[in-house]
């Protein structure tokens, strides 16, 4: 759960959807028409109503797309996201400017996901950001390995999807943190991306550290 403060510190403005489409059972990619700059790896706050308080959303399209992309999964009981699912081309949708601090740069670096917080390393990559990464996506089930038809096609081995519940071929069986456990020689100069729940960050960030690599080298963004 959380929120922009709402009102009249945020300053919403109406776009209009274009598509919003069920991707994997509960998980929806919506979109709209992109008339703003951002950079790979920001937020927006979004609302369905003017009068109510914005939730955040990493930005899941390139800094160059036509149309600016977001990743959600329905919360059931949740204020936003069971409204959002009901929203039909054309239906207005409330945005505040894009924020956040949350960037990649060109360096060799890990980004390491779980479930919707793959958004911002596929806003990274769509925005050239992708070369020397190495890529780690966990989910519970095959279904929800969001753009893994491009991202297998450009990253190959770089890109590593675990699945916890699942068996699939070509495919890592168990969590992202097992995974991590399993890894050796870390490199120590690279920098770690993390983005999911605060529970997944800060499980893969003990996995890191107990790793040898330095606290300043871990980057998380938390969804809560
Ligand atoms: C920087 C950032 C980026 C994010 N990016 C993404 C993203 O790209 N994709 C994504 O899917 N999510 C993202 N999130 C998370 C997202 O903003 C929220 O989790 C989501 O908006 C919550 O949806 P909601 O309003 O429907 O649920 P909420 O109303 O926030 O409720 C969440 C859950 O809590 C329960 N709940 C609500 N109130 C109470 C209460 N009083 N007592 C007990 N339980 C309660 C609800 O039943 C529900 O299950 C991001 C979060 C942050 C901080």
Redesign the pocket.
Known sequence: ???VESKPNVKFKSVSILSNTEISPN?FLLSFKRDFAFKAGQ?LG?AVSSNDDA??????SGENDENIS???????????????AILRPDDTLWITVPF?S?AGSDEPAYWIAA???I??FYSMFRSGLGSDKVLIHGSRTLDAFYFSDELLNDFGPRYVRCCSQQEGEGTYHGRVTQYLESLNNLPEDQKYYL?GSAEMVVECREILLSKGIPFSNVVA????
């Open positions: 759960m959380n929120s998980v937020v979004i939730r955040l959303y990493s930005i899941a977001l990743l959600y999964n329905i919360k059931p009981g949740g204020k936003l996201t069971p409204n959002l956040g949350y479930g919707t917080g958004a911002p983005c963004e938390i969804y809560f």
